[in-house]
C-alpha cells in the first residue's frame, strides 16, 4: 500500500437489495425455488401495521416499495411472497461480504444497513486497475448471489453518491466537482426537510450549490449543507473508520488455481511467515499477535490468530504456532472448494532487540520456557494460560492472582528475595482455599503447638518456628477480623506444615482457633 501522503481513493459497495437477495438469490434461501417473477416482500411491525421494509426487483417494477402497508399491497398484487424482516440475519450477511471486501484492501468499513465503503489507496494496481477492481468485485458478489452496484472517487461522499445515481463510474482525482455536478440534491444526504427547502429554492442539482456562495447557503440550509458539498466535491476529506486493524506487516498469496490440501497450506503459511518476517526485520520489530486469513472460493473466509509472549521473528517458530492452532481447532479449516487468496499479518508488534546466550544457558532456558508457553496458547487457547502475578499486600491468600500469560507480560515483580541457599522456604507452594480447622495443643498460651490433630491423623510436633504475625488489613477489614499468629511446624516423620492461630486467649469465649493453611514440600 502506498503511504499515506497520497491522495485516497475510495470504492462505494452499494447492495440495494441485501435483505431479499439473502431470503431468495443466495444458494439454500428459503425462497430460491420461488418464481422470479413472484414479488417478494420483507415487512416489519410499525404503528401497528405490517409495512414493507425491503422489496425485490420484481417488487418495486411492481411499485411495492417499503413504506406501503402491506395490507395495500395485497391489494394491489394478490399474493405475494411475505417474509418477516430478520435485522440480525441481514447485518451478519454484510459483517459476512465486508470480511470477504479485505481480499482487496484491509480499510473496509460500513457505510449504513446494506452498503460498504472501501480506502483502495495505493492497491488497485494488484488488480489490473480500479475500473477492473470494481467489476471484479462486482462480478463475484452477483455470482454469490448478491445484487451490488459501485463506484469509486476520491472522496467517499462522491463514491456514495455515484454509486447511486450512476454505478460502475471511476473518477480520476481531482474531478469529483465535476462527476456529481448533474446529481440531484437528495444526493447530498440532508434529512428530508433541508431536501424539500433546497427544491423549493430551485437548487435541484449538486452544481446549482457548487455555483452558489457558501456564506448565503449556510445561513438559509445550515452549516451541515456546506460541509457535505465540501466533502462530496473532494474539497474537504472525512477518512473512513475500518472495521478492523490494519496489519503492521502483511503478505499474502493469491492463486488461479485454488489450493485445498493441507500440504499446501502448510508451505503457503510457511513461505508467508518468511516473507512477514522479511518486513519486521526491516522496521527492526517482532511480532505480538498474527492472523492467518483464509478466503475461498464461495465467499467464506476464515481467520485464525496466534499470539507469543515476546516479539518474535521466526519463521519457523510462527509456522509451529499456526499448526499447533490448526491441530486444536474445535471448528477444523475447511477448503471446501479450495481457497484462492491466503493473508498473514502482525498486527502487534514491539521492537526486537538480539539477546546473547549466557554461558550458564540462562537466556536458552528462558528461550524454551516462552517457546512453551506460546504453543500451549495456541493449542488451548492464551487465555487458558494462566502465571501467578504478586499482589501488593501480605494477606498469603491474596499474595498471588492467576493471570492470562499474555496480560502479564511485562508486569513487574513484587516477590520477597529468594531464601539463602540450603535455607526452608518461608512459604508453601501450595495454600489451602480455606484454610482447614484443626485442633491444636500448645504449650503456653501464645506458644506453637505441641501436638495437632489434622484430617483425623495426630501429629506430634518436634521444630517448630514462628510466630509470624499478619494482622488483617485495616480498610478491609471487618468486625470478627482478628490476627493470624503463623508457625512453620515439622513433626517426627519429618512433614512440614504451616499453620496459624487466629485471636488470642481471651478475644472470644471459645478461646483462639488454629487451621492448617499450607504444606511445605
Avoid at 457505510?111 to 468485485?137: K, N, P, R, S, Y
Avoid at 440531484?184 to 433546497?198: F, K, S
Wanted: aromatic content about 6%; hydrophobic content about 45%; some cysteine.
Amino acid at each position: 500500500m502506498s503511504n499515506a501522503s497520497s491522495p485516497r481513493r475510495y470504492c462505494a459497495i452499494l447492495m440495494p437489495f441485501l435483505a431479499s437477495d439473502r431470503l431468495r438469490r443466495i444458494p439454500g434461501a428459503p425462497f430460491a425455488a420461488a418464481p422470479p417473477e413472484a414479488p417478494l416482500l420483507i415487512v416489519e411491525k410499525a404503528k401497528g401495521a405490517l409495512v414493507i421494509a425491503a422489496s425485490d426487483p420484481a417488487a418495486r417494477r411492481l411499485g411495492l416499495a417499503p413504506g406501503l402497508a402491506l395490507a395495500e399491497a395485497r391489494a394491489r398484487v394478490p399474493d405475494p411472497l411475505v417474509a418477516e424482516r430478520d435485522a440480525a440475519a441481514d447485518a451478519a450477511l454484510l459483517e459476512r461480504i465486508a470480511d470477504w471486501c479485505d481480499r482487496y484492501t484491509p480499510l473496509v468499513a460500513e457505510d449504513g444497513e446494506a452498503a460498504l465503503m472501501l480506502d483502495i489507496t495505493g492497491v488497485a494496481h494488484l488488480f489490473a486497475g480500479e475500473a477492473a477492481l470494481l467489476q471484479d468485485c462486482l462480478a463475484r458478489l452477483a455470482a454469490f448471489g448478491i445484487t451490488a452496484r459501485g463506484a469509486i472517487a476520491g472522496a467517499a461522499d462522491a463514491a456514495r453518491a455515484l454509486a447511486r445515481a450512476r454505478p460502475g463510474s471511476v473518477v480520476p482525482a481531482g474531478r469529483e466537482a465535476a462527476a456529481v455536478r448533474n446529481l440531484p440534491v437528495a444526493l447530498i444526504g440532508l434529512d428530508a426537510a433541508a431536501t424539500t427547502a433546497l427544491l423549493r429554492a430551485g437548487l435541484k442539482t449538486i452544481g446549482d450549490l457548487i455555483d452558489r456562495p457558501r456564506a448565503p447557503l449556510a445561513a438559509r440550509f445550515g452549516a451541515d449543507c456546506v460541509a457535505r458539498l465540501a466533502r462530496l466535491t473532494g474539497l474537504a476529506h472525512r477518512p473512513i473508520s475500518p472495521r478492523r486493524l490494519v496489519p503492521v506487516a502483511l503478505a499474502e498469496r493469491i492463486f488461479f488455481e485454488p489450493i485445498a490440501r493441507t500440504e499446501d497450506i502448510e508451505a503457503t503459511l510457511a513461505g508467508l511467515a518468511a516473507d512477514v518476517a522479511r518486513l519486521l526485520e526491516k522496521r527492526g520489530e517482532g511480532g505480538r499477535r498474527f492472523e492467518a486469513v483464509f478466503y475461498r472460493v464461495d465467499g467464506h473466509v476464515r481467520r485464525i490468530a496466534v499470539a507469543t509472549t515476546r516479539p518474535n521473528r521466526d519463521p519457523k517458530a510462527i509456522l509451529t504456532l499456526f499448526r499447533e492452532r490448526l491441530a486444536a481447532l474445535s471448528d477444523p479449516l475447511e477448503a471446501g472448494f479450495g481457497f484462492d487468496l491466503v493473508r498473514l499479518g502482525s498486527f502487534e508488534t514491539e521492537p526486537f532487540a538480539e539477546v546473547a546466550t549466557s554461558l550458564d544457558g540462562r537466556a536458552r532456558a528462558e528461550d524454551a520456557v516462552a517457546d512453551l508457553v506460546d504453543r500451549l496458547g495456541a493449542r488451548f487457547g492464551p487465555e487458558h494460560v494462566l502465571r501467578f502475578l504478586p499482589q501488593d499486600t501480605h494477606l498469603p491468600e491474596r499474595r498471588a492472582r492467576l493471570v492470562p500469560v499474555l496480560s502479564a507480560v511485562g508486569a513487574s515483580g513484587g516477590w520477597e528475595d529468594a531464601v539463602p541457599s540450603g535455607e526452608p522456604p518461608l512459604r508453601p507452594l501450595s495454600l489451602f482455599d480455606p484454610p482447614e480447622p484443626v485442633e491444636a495443643l500448645a504449650e503456653v498460651p501464645d506458644g506453637p503447638p505441641l501436638r495437632f490433630r489434622w484430617r483425623r491423623v495426630l501429629h506430634k510436633v518436634a521444630r517448630a518456628e514462628g510466630p509470624e504475625r499478619i494482622a488483617p488489613e485495616w480498610w478491609r477489614m471487618a468486625d470478627d477480623t482478628l490476627d493470624r499468629d503463623y508457625y512453620r511446624v515439622e513433626d517426627e516423620e519429618g512433614r512440614r506444615f504451616w499453620l496459624y492461630r487466629e485471636g488470642l486467649w481471651g478475644d472470644a469465649a471459645a478461646g483462639p482457633r488454629w487451621y492448617m493453611h499450607g504444606l511445605f514440600a
